[in-house]
């Protein structure tokens, strides 16, 4: 039976797709709710304060490191969105006089563009972001060797074979409009994927690619890093895969109530406390992932209501 169709972008899948059961049900919780939605493999916390979230998101980095040896390397894998973290973690790490040298990080993803990876001088690139907001601020003595730091390229092959050998403790993320991490987007409505969406098993075996954004996500991205101009946004990006995401031992996700809203914090988290992954819902998916946690700035996770602006 074929679903209906987007009411954002009908060539695209994304959650307006589903049924409106679970539209209407993500719609009803409160934050109560949603922190009674933990089960096993599944962990909600919230934070009260932004201090308190931001910082906490930075320890999960130095706890990642402290636990590296260069018997046994650990690495993370940590986004761009939020950002709020990474200025912590490089004062952590000097504060605490921890060294780097066997410690490794995974960037989420990267632009596309001209058929290649953007690079570090272009204003929107993420390595550059990562490298100037936490890497270059930590101290020489303690700094991670160039070689341990894994960022994606157009070319992932050396990217996907830097996940062989080392241990990812955690990967973190954010979530985006279109309820995706990294960006690892719903897919185009097109070919054998017309009438329903990939199933969830498929979409899995993605691994770090080349992929086509979807217009929520281009819109979001002009909001949140380009002063609102769509036109400046790559369509393209470079994305961490599933099939790297299921080496964590551990998924992050960070909601500070700033790049999704009300409703889409809602429906991940129903999605994946019920199991109900969905491939038009890619975070959903997480639902099969041994050890999940979101995290919510309470006062960032609003509430579901009509209110006129």
């Known amino acids: 039976m074929t679903r209906k169709l987007s009411s954002i972008a ?43 979230f931001y910082l906490a998101e930075a320890l999960e980095y130095i706890n990642a490191w402290k636990q590296s040896t260069h018997d046994n390397p650990v690495g993370i894998c940590g986004p761009i969105g939020p950002t709020e973290q990474l200025p912590l973690v490089a004062r952590l790490v000097n504060e605490l006089g921890l060294s780097l040298k066997s410690a490794h990080f995974w960037g989420m993803d990267e632009w596309y563009l001209d058929g290649k990876e953007v690079s570090v001088t272009h204003p929107l690139s993420f390595e550059r972001a990562d490298r100037e907001l936490c890497f270059s601020r930590i101290e020489p003595s303690l700094a991670m060797p160039e070689e341990n730091l894994h960022f994606p390229k157009a070319d992932s092959a050396k990217y996907r074979a830097s996940w062989e050998g080392v241990r990812c403790a955690v990967m973190q993320g954010g979530q985006g409009e279109i309820k995706h991490w990294a960006f690892n987007d719903p897919p185009r409505r097109e070919g054998v994927y017309k009438s329903q969406p990939p199933a969830p098993d498929e979409y899995r075996q993605l691994h770090t690619r080349v992929v086509d954004l979807h217009p929520v996500t281009l819109v979001q991205n002009a909001r949140t890093s380009g002063g609102g101009n769509v036109a400046g946004v790559p369509r ?17 996700i ?45 006062p960032g996770i609003g509430a579901c209501e009509v209110e006129m602006h």
């Open 10 to 52: 009908p060539d695209w899948w994304d959650y307006t797709t589903l049924d409106d059961e679970i539209l209407r049900d993500a719609a009803r919780l409160t934050a109560h709710d949603m922190l009674k939605l933990s089960r096993p493999g599944f962990q909600v916390v919230f934070y009260d304060t932004l201090e308190e």
């Open 236 to 252: 393209k990006a470079i994305s961490v895969g599933p099939v790297e995401t299921w080496k964590a031992e551990k998924v992050s």
């Open 254 to 298: 960070w909601h500070a109530g700033t790049h999704d809203n009300p409703f889409g914090q809602r429906l991940t988290t129903l999605m994946i406390a019920k199991k109900i992954p969905d491939t038009s819902v890619p975070m959903s998916l997480l639902a099969d992932h041994p050890n999940v946690q979101f995290n919510f700035y309470r």
